[in-house]
């Protein structure tokens, strides 16, 4: 507030003076109520909209199927065309708020319905829904279900021919065409200028209702399934702003999903994140034995007697994999087929449907059996060897218990396979990190299975949210945390004294040196063990996963190395205060005693017998 009248009037004459002072008494007066009654508006506008704020997140808890001008007729698709009742959490809130043209990121668990929600928007919207989906084989499924129920679809991608192209880019623009949706992989949207072209044309005509990107973590590098061309997605929200864009996954962590949110241009998405929780789903480790590897006996008894008569997948890391797993389980009487990339198309797709339709029991698949596969039965998903990712293995996991009902989710975890898809990630960004991730899911036993699934997508998880459906909360106390800093120092040793000679040990080297079945000259060099070779492989795993030891490659003209060498963690092994411990299986242990004498730990390591090996982790 100016004081400049005041101060002048105080030089003058008293009249002048009260003149002076009474007007800028006003003036101050004013000043003051004005900024008052503007300080009064704030705090009221500010009050009024935390109310508003209030209720309408009251409304949307509790009426989450508030009326909009679109209610009546989604209700009526949902029921009339789409065979369901009810809407599945989320599905409904995801909806209202792309039919009202906001830009959305949806996070749901795999099996929950995403596509619900940009197919019922379609089907209740003006014009079509531009789909976007990296895999052809989930674009067909889609066009074949859509089909089923008598809505509208086609396609683009490189197999359509000439004449179904060119019909479907005419179709776009007029307003007579049938279609509601219109799949297209990434690939067409970036080399197909025609496809471009007429897209902004069906948008000037106000025929592009709405633009889905499914399985929308492709586009980040720091996703678990980076697809270059959905790098370029970002030119369809840059050419056509007015319309919504839906994004979808199950897998994206909260820095994937800010990635997308640049490459795809989208300024300010909302986003909607449903639990990863699949409550349904049971999830269990058992270890494989690197001498005898019997695994596929175990998982061949497991599929006659378990799972008898149920549907179910076998994942496998390789196609020869998939062809010996498969050739294998058939011996063992198992009604089983193999799926990979490298068949041929006939092929796959006669397997898939033979599954479909229950005439083939088990598929035994590569990763290219996976996104997309949605099967409301399939009781179990079991697999051969650790999947490369957390993501990867919640999204093949998350084939198993689609019609909520309970199913299993076993992984097979070996020591050998650790390597074997080291080498095959070395050149992806974080491929290492990603695998270790799921090393450790699969090493460790004091957390929660679900609880390392959780909290590997930022979620905020509570223990009791498992209710004994992982193998670790299942049979929680017959765990105990031993003491492994002497083993850890007798590793050590081994691989710092091959350095020292310029050698370079593979995991294989180092357990077998360990276990004093390397020269007798070298045995005399370093401290050998008795440990059993499944106990020797846990902890070599451990100080992997600790940082005791870290990964080295070699690479020739035809293979990749892996070799182990000292990681960052290994001086602090010099310290004698320092202590490493590890969790496995109790056998007649106190459960709360550490060990620390090697005499205990060869104790609680002692392995159970084959058949109790084969039920459970430790
Ligand atoms: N509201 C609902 N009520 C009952 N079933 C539903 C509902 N919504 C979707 N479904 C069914 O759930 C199954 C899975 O749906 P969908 O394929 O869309 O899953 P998704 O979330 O895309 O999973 P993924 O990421 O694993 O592909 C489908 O068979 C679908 O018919």
């Avoid at 300024?267 to 909607?272: A, S, V």
């Avoid at 089983?336 to 339709?357: F, I, L």
């Avoid at 198993?400 to 650790?418: Q, S």
């Amino acid at each position: 507030m100016s004081t400049g009248p005041f101060v002048a009037g105080l030089k003058c004459s008293g009249n002048v003076f009260w003149g002076f002072s009474s007007f800028a008494w006003q003036r101050g007066t004013l000043q003051l109520i004005a900024i008052n009654l503007i300080t009064l508006h704030n705090i009221l506008e500010y009050m009024l909209n935390i109310l508003l704020y209030c209720i309408l997140t009251c409304l949307n808890v509790f009426f989450p199927n508030l009326d909009f001008s679109w209610s009546t007729e989604l209700e009526q698709n949902l029921k009339d065309v789409f065979q369901l009742s009810t809407f599945r959490p989320l599905q409904l809130k995801a909806i209202n708020l792309s039919m009202s043209g906001k830009d959305l990121f949806l996070v749901m668990p795999t099996g929950r319905g995403k596509s619900l929600c940009y197919q019922l928007p379609a089907v209740c919207s003006e014009g079509f829904t531009l789909v976007v989906t990296p895999l052809v084989s989930l674009m067909e499924d889609q066009l074949m279900y859509l089909k089923s129920i008598d809505v509208e679809a086609v396609s683009l991608n490189a197999s359509s021919s000439k004449e179904h192209a060119k019909m479907v880019l005419a179709e776009m623009t007029d307003s007579k065409a049938p279609f509601k949706l219109l799949y297209v992989t990434p690939e067409k949207i970036a080399k197909s200028k025609l496809l471009m072209s007429r897209l902004e044309k069906a948008y000037n005509a106000g025929r592009l209702s709405r633009i889905a990107v499914d399985e929308v973590h492709c586009c980040s590098q720091w996703g678990h399934d980076f697809r270059p061309d959905y790098k370029l997605l970002g030119i369809l929200k840059r050419q056509f702003p007015k319309v919504p864009l839906l994004g979808l996954t199950a897998t994206a962590t909260g820095s994937v999903l800010k990635d997308c949110q640049k490459i795809l241009c989208v300024p300010e998405p909302i986003t909607l994140t449903a639990s990863f929780n699949r409550t349904n789903l049971y999830y269990e480790v058992r270890l494989k034995d690197s001498n005898s590897d019997d695994s596929v006996s175990d998982i061949s008894a497991l599929i006659k007697e378990r799972y008898k008569d149920q549907s179910g997948i076998v994942y496998v890391f390789s196609q020869k994999d998939a062809e010996t797993v498969s050739a294998d389980l058939q011996g063992k009487g198992v009604n089983a087929s193999p799926y990979h990339a490298n068949m041929n198309p006939e092929d796959k797709s006669q397997v898939h449907r033979k599954w479909a339709t229950n005439k083939i029991q088990v598929v035994v698949a590569t990763v290219a059996f996976g996104m997309g596969i949605d099967k409301a039965d399939v009781r179990f998903v079991i697999h051969h060897t650790i999947s490369k990712s957390i993501e990867n293995y919640y999204q093949e996991s998350g084939r198993a218990g689609r019609d909520d009902k309970p199913a299993d989710c076993i992984v097979y975890f070996g020591f050998n396979d650790i390597f074997r898809i080291s080498t095959m990630v070395v050149m992806e960004n974080v491929g290492q990190q990603k695998l270790l991730t799921m090393v450790d899911y699969c090493q460790n036993v004091d957390r929660c299975r679900r609880s390392v699934i959780a909290v590997h997508f930022d979620e905020v998880w509570d223990d009791e949210g498992c209710n004994e459906m992982c193998d670790v909360c299942r049979h929680g106390n017959d765990y105990i945390t031993v003491d492994i800093t002497q083993h850890a120092k007798d590793v050590v040793q081994i691989v710092e004294l091959a350095g020292s000679l310029d050698e370079k040990l593979t995991p294989l080297k180092v357990t077998e040196a360990w276990m004093g079945k390397g020269p007798a000259k070298r045995r005399k060099m370093i401290q050998t063990t008795t440990l059993s070779r499944l106990e020797v492989e846990a902890i070599i795993t451990s100080l992997l996963l600790q940082g005791y030891l870290s990964e080295d490659f070699s690479f020739t003209p035809y293979t990749t190395y892996f070799y182990l060498k000292l990681g960052g963690k290994a001086p602090l092994l010099k310290n004698q205060s320092h202590s490493i411990t590890m969790k496995m299986r109790r056998t007649g242990l106190d459960a709360n005693t550490v060990s620390t004498t090697q005499q205990t730990v060869q104790e609680s390591f002692s392995v159970p017998g084959k058949d109790q090996r084969r039920k459970e982790i430790w």
